[in-house]
Each structure stands twice: as structure tokens, then as C-alpha cells.
């Protein structure tokens, strides 16, 4: 935050994140997102009387993962709490979590904000299961609502969750830290990081300070925000909030708020609890976690190649510049779309290794479809590259056509669309509408002699020093053929006609 706000902004972030196991984290119920409601639930995950959890050993290992990807301490020894509270969609009345032995702390992630480096610490990743939803009735939320009904689906879904120390100081380095920790999630596969769905969910600490004050201010904390776009106004209104009650002298009130998306405001929830309003104890059925060192390390060697990692090696590997390289690690499924199209086009070289000249101009054409073309109908049509109807092979198959000089630039973006609608091959997609360049040095002459005796006044200008006047005539040439003469052909043979004259 720039020095003309009156406050430095201090915020911390809870992001909790379900785990894309099969089967809850106490039982045997469904993950599956969605189903009628109250259809994947059993008496453990109800807890009802005399049941007993059983933990999901895939839960622990994807928990380590996650620690271990966010660069931090595995516990040898964790255990499982109870977290007293009551709300309707806790049907036991207590959550079971981890509250002062998690199984992971002391990370950080790497973020880039403002063009500067800067390190976030992770204070702790802890399991816990995940609560119901209550579904409203003539409104959005509980208040206005003609009565709320209660779907235990999600209850017990294995979550953990994700704090970070308070280094965060602007609402850019917030969207950068929760962009960089859902693709550190997405490459180690232990969550979909679906926010629509909940998958992933972020809760923020918000504070503000005078400049210089050492001790924070007095923090709201800022509940269930599933979306960037709701991140980046909620901390907008919040920030700006408690601004204004600085400054006409009264004090911000300790308290959980909810960002509300249709009156673009945060409205008071509840008081802020402390972690002895919980009344934390161990969970009495299930018995402390002993994780050995061969257990983290045999986890440890299911890491893949994390984004910064996979940054360094597309710069260093295929030239690309850091703007594109951001861009495209920033997904997994775009990351995986890109190695999948440099393999398909023979360019692909080991970590360590540096592509040759014009294998990385090959690379920098897939980066720049993957970044223009294919991004923009995809977004249009609301998919990911992992559903993207062209495949990696079919668009360096589009990349082979215009290397080769069989389709123009032009044309490209016509056999491009029509692909991007039927799935099929760009070579296809050029037989079956007759799309193939005309090279033919005769035919592109023709072509010429009858544009330029058509405009003898266009010709009249160009040769009176108006060289807007040549772009007129390729482009008269090029409507003649419908955009298949070979532009650089046409350039040289007009020229050559011009000068003649």
C-alpha cells in the first residue's frame, strides 16, 4: 500500500481447502460435490450416538503434501481436537480439527506483488472436517429468509486449513498470495481448488495501523469469500471502513464479518470468538497422529514440479519471456497444455537443457495462441484448457500450416475458430473448405494487374508518394481471394507491377 493511505494494512489469510479424496475424513461417505441433499451422510459423519470416526490414512498424505509444497515442518506427532460450537449445520455440535499440534507449520510461499519479490509465512496447515450448509428460503443469506433448511452432504468432507502470518500489506499482495497458494495446490493434485464449488474458501484478517505504530490495530475478520473478485472488494470496503473510523476517532469493534456481493459491503456477523470460547480438548476417539520420517519422505517423492520451479525451467528452457511464463504456470492445466504442445512439436528438451533458436520461436507461438486465440474462446465459453476442444497436437498441427506457408495468418484465424467448434484437425478443417494459400506466383500476378487497372487513382496516389495507398491495394488484393494469396507475394509482385508503371 502506497504511503498517501493513512494507515499500513496489515492481513493475514485462513484459506481452507477441501482435499480430493473419495471418501470423507472420518468415514466412507461420498465426497462427491452436489446429489440430493442429505443423500452421502451416515451416522459417523452425522454423529450420531455410539459411532466412532476412523481416519482416512489419504487425507494425512495429502496434507503432508500440501505442508511439504508450502515448505514446511512436518509434525512427528499431531493429534485431533474437539472444537465446541453450535450452529445448524454442525450436527454434532463440535467439529473435529487440530488446534495446538497441526500437522504442518512453519512455511512460506513465494510471491511476486508491485514487481517485487516477497516471502509469506505459513503459521500452521491443520486437518479438520469440513460442516453442512444451510440452503435458504426466498433469500440469499439467513436473514431475510422465509425459513433454512440443513443438507449434511459436505459434513465431514477432509479439509485443511491454510493461515498465514501477517505479512501481507495491500490487497495486491493478498490476490498474489491466494493466486500463488491455489496453483501450489493445483500441481500437487490434493484438491480441485474449485472456489464455485467451495473447494477452496478464504477468510481474511484485516487490520489497519499507523504508519510506523509497532503493535497492530484492532483486526475483523472477514468470513467465506469464494471468489478474487469478491477477495479484492471485500478488502476494498473493509480497508476503506475501518479507514474512516480511524480517522474520525473511534475504534474499529473485533469482529467476524460476511461480505455481501449484491450490496458490495461487509455486514457485522458476529463477535470476534477467541480459541478459549471453543473450549478445545483432544478427541477422546481418536488417538494421536505418529507420523515416522519414512512416511514424509516417501510422501515427499510424490512432489512434482511446483510453479516456480516450472517457471524457471520455460524461461530458461524455451527463452520465453516472464510476463508468459507467469501466465501460463499460474494453471496446472495450462502448464500441462503447454509441455503437452512442445513434445507434439519436437522441441521438447530435459530440465537443465536450453532449446536451440528455433525451437524456442516454436515455443513462443504456442505461448502466444495458448495466451490470445485459445484463452479467449475458452473464457468465452467458460472451459479450462483441460477441456479444451483442440487438443496440443491439433494446434501445433495449425502451427505446422502456417510455418509451412499452406495457410496464411488470415486464414489461421478462420481454420482456428472452426476448430475450436468441431474438434477437428486444422488439416481437415483446410481440405474440407478448400483453405489452402495460394502461392502460385501466375495466379497472384492476375490478380494484381486487374486490382491496379480497377484503381488507377489509388495507383495515381502511391505513385505520388502516398504509401497508404499500397495497403489499400494489398488489401483489395487479398478480398479478390478471399484472404488466401500469400501476403508476402502479393507485397513483391504489387511492388514490382507499381514500378513498372
Known sequence: MEREFDFEIVMGLEVHVELHTKSKIFCGCTTEFGGEQNSHVC?????????????????VDYAMKAGLALNCEIAEFSKFDRKNYFYPDLPKAYQISQYDLPIAKNGYIEIEAGGKQKRIGITRVHMEEDAGKLVHAGAVNLSGADYSLADYNRTGVPLIEIVSEPDIRSIEEAIAYLEQLKAILEYTEVSDCKMEQGSLRCDANVSLRPWGQKEFGTRTELKNMNSFKALQRALEYEIERQAEILREGG???????MWDEAKGMTISLRSKEEAHDYRYFPDPDLVPLVISREWVDKVRRTLPELPQARRARLIQSYGLPRYDADIIVSSKAMADYFDAACAAYGIAVPAGTEADGKAKERAKQISNYMMGELTRFLNASEKGFQDSPISPDNLVGLLRLLEEG?????????????MFATGKAAKTVVEEKGLVQISDEGAIASVISEIVAANPSVVADYKAGKEKAMGFLVGQAMKATKGKANPGLVNKLLKEELAKM
Open 251 to 257: 475504534a474499529v469493534v473485533q469482529e467476524t464479518r
Open 406 to 418: 499452406t495457410i496464411s495468418t488470415k486464414i489461421a484465424k478462420t481454420v482456428f475458430e472452426e
Open 43 to 59: 451416522p459417523v459423519c452425522l454423529g450420531l450416538p455410539g459411532v466412532l470416526p476412523v481416519l482416512n490414512r489419504q487425507v
